[in-house]
């Protein structure tokens, strides 16, 4: 894997995240750089969605700073975070199930960026030739697979310089895990930085250049993906494998 | 054990169980057995028709064809609650638990139902019980906790408090949905070491449903394969992991999930 | 066949303002998840403002229009200032009380209209240019009806175009199910919901305007339209338009020919049709099943504990106080004055109306909006006895828990099935039925039809109508203020009690998992359908309880005590008090029945208690009762610290 270079796109420092008097996240603090993919590793509720939730609005940190391409946006709206670059693809998928593909893709469509990519309906059927197919169908009536492709597809349509990928894996077949791999995989290619909140370690290995890994809510492990992958201590410790 | 699990009489028999919804074959004559303190996994692609087998299964569906028997009896038609009390236990993909009750008060309520006492009026509901629950709560490693909220507890061990609440009604048969989903790896394995202990002990039939790949190999006693409704192969692990078109439509190079395929 | 096609046509046109008001309200709560009480007030003012600009321009017919339309306008923006200034800062308040707080913007939407108009009604001017009739086979049609005829469907068009064929229609309907997720993806919500306040709120002040030539404008045209708009959204499917369009022409046909056939019951008919629909099919005609307006958002309910010392303590302390103002009474009448005895009694009668709702409303989840049919039909149950038995006081008393009790077993069974809004729906349908069969006499009318009526040939009075039933007093041991002061607040009390230990007991607990996860309650073979029935009978029981206490101490009975204003009442106090907390509907009862009480002598009391209601859904979030989780109820121990999550 190449190794990214330069001031970090999307940098987290000293988090701090309460769900009502619960305390969620301490003093996270994490970047990722351009074109680099940063896996987030951790169990269920050790904070990982919490921190991308964090990060793109839906709740607020109670302290800390987040910025994103050198300006702060803590405490921005999410859409305002959003119309940044900044994409989003949310755990359990959330298609707009009473939508078509066409339409839902249509309600990510933002205009496009500079320093972005720009995704058209063409563009994105050719990477995801199973949603070409079905265009006019309902969200609701495609199947898991199909749909964790369409979340992506959505996010993309909003020209994304970065991207935020919650748990794409859960619940998903092997061989769809495995495109999703290669979807990551084309999105770096193509210049995009992309945070991954995961707990299957073997996709995580198979794509991320670094690694984070979380626990309780706070990040107690950062280094690169390779060292993880041999550091079967760490592993064993953090991430109970 | 002296027999292996498939020689011995089934706990389960399904013949040509089928179910369409609107024109599309959901579940197209899926037949297999169960024997007791066996583990068989159910696996496919997403929309293969393996939630829509647990709901006939548990009489939440009813199935247009097919039969379906409970140690020789059909259990076809009949309601859930009647299927549950006859035996057959079910756990979620998704936690759920009652979020405003104590871990204890969770298993009391499975017990309070199961000997048909939820229509009590009188004696405080968390006096039911409380031995029963808390044996059951020390088989799974939650009686410390018994007190505190199920809101408040940690994903792994709600997932322990479900396996204690699935075994109030002293089930013969558990159908367990994705039994480790959302749990670190390793927890993923505890947790199926102590179900199937516990099921070896207990002598129940679990039939699950998995996309771990690691656990359903490690864990599973046979493996049955469903792809578009229909059980196109089933056999021991080995045997399923070198199949052809099981690695096509569902298992993938085994890139993203660790295992290596000869 | 002439009079056929008329009396059809009529119907058509009285479908009008129906649709255009139910399709706002269904708009609004497919966006939003409110359910917009204020709806039903904002068609009002369509009405009155359309009124004033018609009699200022609308001479033309081009001013007539445009009267119509900037009335409409005038409410939209209404609307928008309501979502601006209330709603914004409680969307993410559990759903019920963003309902609380619209009704709080009716009351002081009533009293501001009174204010402005007065309390005269109105009668609308005839349209310029639609002042005549054209003749269907040889029978007058108004012209005005035509043009009403075409209104719905050219409305129901725009709509359509605008929801299915533009990119605000398209991200207006992925807000519907997950705005979250809409503003991650970049798009700025609130201006949408704004907008849908906006388009909402317009097309109920275009419904109140475009009917002023036909019915002018009165201060009771907000009450009376939300319930039939709450029907025709119900009966078509929440959030479908071309559902609450199908379900206001058949609505609008069943009222013209309704009136021919049964001239006091279409209200009645409305609502068994309505009943009869969602038995077939739950989520209305067009609609899609979901669960919405669920109690629990925001932070789980804490387990039940037993109460702590200091809260025991408390609530001892307050039986002995209630115990002792009847003996300070007769030794001190200057210090507590024989007005204290009487809202000490009405605040109890309350109290136990609030509890019995909180029963199946709290740990049960079931959302009642028309628990008022079992405590006026406890009530009248009673009343009936007195009158047409002559039955004892003691024995009559009993019949309204019994009454309340059957009457919530008959109504429940078709309830209970259903869940969310369509449960709340179902229960005002009911009261609706219920209010109807005694304000239009309806046993009266029936035996009437069997040929029994008075000597002059008019229908026996039975449960009174109108001027309801009088001179129903306890026998002479218990008709002493302090007496029944005693009788009063020592059933209420045992009652309460005894509520209390249902909850703590098995069935209680069965409830509350019903309510806290379907799906496991489901998979541990509860029979959720038949608890949830059974516990709507009890709640049902000790209702109709507080209605005969209600009844004894007023000596008389009105169909305002089953009306949806007092639904609204109880609905209020649980919501108030704090819907978590056992004590919740204590709380509530106590402050809005002396809040009631304290305003009533003023001459603009509804606006104060809107204001009043708005500021304390803004302040106090979690209800009255709510006060003993925060920091400060906590330092006074009146509970426990909380259990941090791992």
Same mark, same amino acid.
């Given at each position: 894997?190449?190794?990214?270079?330069?001031?970090?796109?999307?940098?987290?420092?000293?988090?701090?995240?309460?769900?009502?008097? *619960?305390?969620?996240?301490?003093?996270?603090?994490?970047?990722?750089?351009?074109?680099?993919?940063?896996?987030?590793?951790?169990?269920?509720?050790?904070?990982?969605?919490?921190?991308?939730?964090?990060?793109?609005?839906?709740?607020?940190?109670?302290k800390g700073e987040i910025s994103f391409e050198g300006k702060p946006i803590q405490g921005l709206e999410s859409f305002q975070i959003s119309r940044l670059g900044l994409g989003y693809v949310p755990e359990d998928r959330r298609v707009f199930t009473s939508l078509t593909v066409a339409e839902n893709l249509e309600v990510g469509r933002q205009p496009r960026r500079e320093n972005a990519p720009e995704w058209t309906h063409d563009k994105l059927f050719a990477l995801f030739p199973n949603l070409a197919a079905m265009s006019d169908r309902l969200g609701g009536l495609m199947s898991g697979g199909e749909q964790q492709m369409l979340t992506i597809a959505r996010?993309?349509?909003?020209?994304?310089?970065?991207?935020?990928?919650?748990?794409?894996?859960?619940?998903? *077949?092997?061989?769809?895990?495995?495109?999703?791999?290669?979807?990551?995989?084309?999105?770096?290619?193509?210049?995009?930085?992309?945070?991954?909140?995961?707990?299957?370690?073997?996709?995580?290995?198979?794509?991320?250049?670094?690694?984070?890994?979380?626990?309780?809510?706070?990040?107690?492990?950062?280094?690169?993906? *390779?060292?993880? *992958?041999?550091?079967?201590?760490?592993?064993?410790?953090?991430?109970?494998? | 054990m002296s027999a292996a699990p498939h020689e011995r009489a089934p706990v389960l028999e399904v013949e040509s169980l089928s179910k369409a919804f609107g024109g599309v074959q959901a579940v197209e004559r899926v037949s297999f057995t169960l024997s007791s303190s066996e583990l068989l996994a159910m696996i496919g692609p997403n929309g293969a028709g393996k939630t829509t087998c647990f709901n006939m299964l548990n009489g939440q569906l009813r199935p247009d064809a097919g039969a379906v028997r409970?140690?020789?009896?059909?259990?076809?038609?009949?309601?859930?609650?009647?299927?549950?009390?006859?035996?057959?236990?079910?756990?979620?993909?998704?936690?759920?638990?009652?979020?405003?009750?104590?871990?204890?008060?969770?298993?009391?309520?499975?017990?309070?139902?199961?000997?048909?006492?939820?229509?009590?009026?009188?004696?405080?509901?968390?006096?039911?019980?409380?031995?029963?629950?808390?044996?059951?709560?020390?088989?799974?490693?939650?009686?410390?906790?018994?007190?505190?909220?199920?809101?408040?507890?940690?994903?792994?061990?709600?997932?322990?408090?479900?396996?204690?609440?699935?075994?109030?009604?002293?089930?013969?048969?558990?159908?367990?949905?994705?039994?480790?989903?959302?749990?670190?790896?390793?927890?993923?394995?505890?947790?199926?070491?102590?179900?199937?202990?516990?099921?070896?002990?207990?002598?129940?039939?679990?039939?699950?449903?998995?996309?771990?790949?690691?656990?359903?190999?490690?864990?599973?006693?046979?493996?049955?394969?469903?792809?578009?409704?229909?059980?196109?192969?089933?056999g021991p692990p080995m045997a399923v992991r070198s199949n052809k078109k099981v690695q096509e439509i569902y298992l993938g190079s085994g890139a993203a999930h660790g295992v290596e395929i000869s | 066949m002439a009079d056929f096609i008329v009396s059809l046509l009529t119907g058509l046109s009285s479908a009008a303002a129906m649709f255009l008001v139910a399709s706002g309200?269904?708009?609004?709560?497919?966006?939003?998840?409110?359910?917009?009480?204020?709806?039903?007030?904002?068609?009002?003012?369509?009405?009155?403002?359309?009124?004033?600009?018609?009699?200022?321009?609308?001479?033309?017919?081009?001013?007539?229009?445009?009267?119509?339309?900037?009335?409409?306008?005038?409410?939209?923006?209404?609307?928008?200032?309501?979502?601006?200034?209330?709603?914004?800062?409680?969307?993410?308040?559990?759903?019920?009380?963003?309902?609380?707080?619209?009704?709080?913007?009716?009351?002081?939407?009533q009293d501001v209209t009174l204010w402005v108009w007065g309390p005269e009604d109105l009668v609308g001017p005839q349209a310029p240019g639609l002042k005549g009739a054209v003749f269907i086979l040889g029978k007058p049609l108004p012209e005005y009806d035509l043009a009403l005829i075409a209104i719905s469907p050219l409305v129901l068009l725009g709509l359509w175009a605008l929801f299915k064929l533009t990119r605000w229609g398209t991200l207006v309907r992925a807000a519907t199910q997950d705005r979250q997720m809409v503003a991650a993806l970049g798009v700025n919500q609130r201006w949408l919901f704004t907008g849908v306040l906006f388009l909402g709120s317009a097309l109920a002040g275009l419904g109140g305007a475009v009917q002023i030539p036909k019915g002018g404008a009165d201060l009771l045209m907000d009450f009376n339209i939300l319930a039939a708009a709450f029907v025709v959204v119900v009966v078509g499917g929440m959030g479908s338009i071309f559902g609450a369009f199908w379900a206001a022409l058949l609505f609008g046909i069943l009222q013209t020919f309704g009136i021919q056939?049964?001239?006091n019951s279409t209200l009645v008919l409305m609502f068994l049709v309505m009943a009869v629909v969602l038995i077939f099919r739950p989520w209305g005609l067009l609609g899609i099943p979901e669960s919405v307006l669920q109690i629990p958002s925001g932070p789980p309910e804490r387990p039940l504990r037993p109460a702590l010392p200091r809260v025991r303590a408390l609530a001892g302390a307050a039986c002995a106080v209630l115990l002792a103002l009847p003996i300070v009474h007769l030794v001190f009448p200057e210090v507590v004055g024989t007005f204290t005895l009487v809202l000490v009694i009405e605040i109890m009668v309350f109290v136990l109306f609030a509890a019995a709702l909180h029963f199946i409303m709290g740990p049960g989840g079931m959302v009642s909006f028309g628990h008022a049919a079992y405590f006026g039909g406890g009530a009248y149950a009673a009343a009936l006895l007195v009158k047409f038995a002559d039955a004892p006081f003691e024995l009559a008393f009993w019949a309204a828990p019994v009454g309340g009790a059957l009457l919530a077993f008959l109504f429940g069974w078709f309830c209970v099935r259903l869940s969310g809004v369509y449960f709340a729906m179902l229960t005002l349908a009911f009261a609706q039925i219920a209010w109807a069969f005694v304000f239009q006499d309806m046993p009266g009318s029936v035996l009437k039809t069997f040929g029994i009526a008075d000597e002059y040939g008019a229908p026996l009075k039975i449960t009174g109508g109108d001027d309801g039933l009088n001179d129903i007093w306890p026998s002479q041991w218990a008709s002493a203020r302090v007496s029944y002061y005693y009788i009063t607040v020592g059933l209420s009390v045992a009652a309460l009690w005894i509520m209390r230990r249902i909850l703590y007991a098995p069935f209680g607990y069965t409830l509350r998992a019903g309510r806290d996860s379907p799906l496991r309650a489901a998979a541990i073979g509860i029979d959720l359908t038949r608890h949830r029935w059974l516990a709507f009978a009890i709640s049902g029981a000790f209702t109709g309880l507080a209605g005969s206490l209600?009844?004894?101490?007023?000596?008389?009975?009105?169909?305002?005590?089953?009306?949806?204003?007092?639904?609204?009442?109880?609905?209020?106090m649980v919501l108030l008090g704090g819907v978590q907390s056992?004590?919740?509907?204590?709380?509530?009862?106590?402050?809005?029945?002396?809040?009631?009480?304290?305003?009533?002598?003023?001459?603009?009391w509804r606006f104060l208690l809107g204001v009043t209601i708005i500021a304390l859904v803004l302040l106090l979030p979690q209800g009255l009762a709510g006060f003993a989780g925060t920091r400060l109820g906590r330092r006074l121990r009146l509970a426990r610290p909380e259990e941090m999550a791992t």
């Open positions: 894997m190449t190794e990214a270079t330069g001031a970090p796109v999307l940098e987290l420092t000293g988090v701090d995240t309460f769900y009502g008097r *619960a305390q969620i996240l301490s003093e996270v603090s994490l970047e990722v750089r351009r074109s680099e993919v940063v896996a987030l590793l951790g169990r269920n509720g050790a904070g990982k969605s919490t921190t991308i939730k964090s990060i793109i609005g839906l709740v607020r940190p109670a996010t993309l349509m909003g020209n994304p310089t970065t991207i935020l990928l919650d748990e794409p894996s859960e619940g998903l *077949a092997p061989v769809i895990v495995e495109q999703v791999a290669k979807t990551i995989l084309d999105l770096k290619a193509q210049g995009l930085s992309i945070l991954l909140s995961e707990q299957n370690l073997h996709l995580s290995t198979l794509v991320s250049d670094r690694a984070y890994i979380i626990e309780k809510g706070r990040i107690r492990y950062e280094g690169s993906m *390779a060292e993880l *992958a041999e550091n079967e201590e760490i592993r064993a410790a953090y991430l109970m494998v | 409970l140690n020789g009896r059909s259990i076809l038609g009949l309601r859930p609650q009647s299927i549950w009390r006859l035996g057959v236990g079910r756990t979620f993909q998704i936690t759920a638990t009652f979020v405003s009750m104590t871990v204890r008060e969770n298993v009391q309520m499975a017990l309070i139902n199961y000997h048909r006492r939820s229509r009590a009026l009188w004696r405080p509901a968390k006096n039911h019980y409380i031995d029963e629950a808390m044996t059951l709560l020390e088989r799974v490693g939650m009686d410390r906790q018994y007190d505190r909220a199920c809101g408040v507890l940690a994903y792994g061990d709600l997932k322990r408090v479900e396996l204690a609440i699935a075994l109030a009604n002293d089930p013969k048969l558990l159908l367990m949905d994705e039994p480790t989903a959302g749990m670190a790896p390793r927890e993923r394995m505890e947790l199926m070491q102590l179900t199937a202990e516990i099921v070896h002990e207990r002598g129940i039939a679990v039939l699950f449903t998995e996309h771990d790949m690691d656990v359903v190999f490690a864990h599973a006693d046979r493996i049955m394969v469903l792809d578009r409704g229909e059980l196109i192969s089933e | 309200l269904s708009i609004i709560f497919g966006v939003t998840r409110i359910v917009n009480f204020a709806h039903g007030s904002f068609y009002m003012l369509g009405a009155y403002i359309g009124y004033t600009l018609v009699q200022a321009i609308g001479s033309t017919g081009i001013g007539f229009w445009a009267a119509v339309l900037i009335a409409a306008v005038a409410v939209g923006l209404i609307g928008v200032v309501m979502e601006i200034l209330l709603l914004r800062r409680i969307y993410k308040a559990p759903e019920l009380f963003q309902l609380i707080a619209t009704f709080g913007v009716i009351l002081v939407i056939i049964l001239p209600f009844l004894f101490s007023k000596g008389s009975i009105f169909p305002t005590t089953l009306e949806i204003a007092r639904s609204f009442d109880a609905l209020l056992l004590f919740g509907p204590i709380f509530g009862a106590a402050a809005l029945t002396w809040l009631n009480d304290l305003f009533s002598v003023l001459s603009y």
